[in-house]
Nanobody
């Protein structure tokens, strides 16, 4: 297991940008996958973006071309750069880390609100 702490959420106007960071409590070098889910009120949690240990990325269709996920192994962080934000991007963003095939850790979540 690993403890995850998100930061960088907030309120932004449509078309603006935010950068989310997820800091891990230990080295992420051996972590299988890390990434971000989001949950809007009344909706299920959905995958936004993920990055494998080897650096392969995966994005939800709704954010492709606008969001970029990256990781910094020496700093034990995963970042999500969100550009051209839309009101439908509003929600609580949760960082996750798969430390094994059967173990997933979650952060506490950070609120992102995009006003129209």
């Amino acid at each position: 297991q690993v403890q995850l702490v998100e930061s960088g959420g907030g309120l932004v106007q449509a078309g603006g940008s935010l950068r989310l960071s997820c800091a891990a409590s230990r080295s992420i070098f051996s972590v299988f996958n890390m990434g971000w889910y989001r949950q809007a009120p009344g909706n299920q949690r959905e995958l936004v973006a993920a990055i494998t240990g080897g650096g392969t990325t995966n994005y939800a269709d709704s954010v492709k071309g606008r969001f970029t996920i990256s990781k910094d192994n020496p700093k034990n962080t995963v970042n999500l750069l969100m550009n051209s934000l839309k009101p439908e991007d509003t929600g609580v963003y949760y960082c996750f880390a798969d430390t094994s095939y059967s173990a997933r850790s979650w952060g506490q979540g950070t609120q992102v609100t995009v006003s129209s």
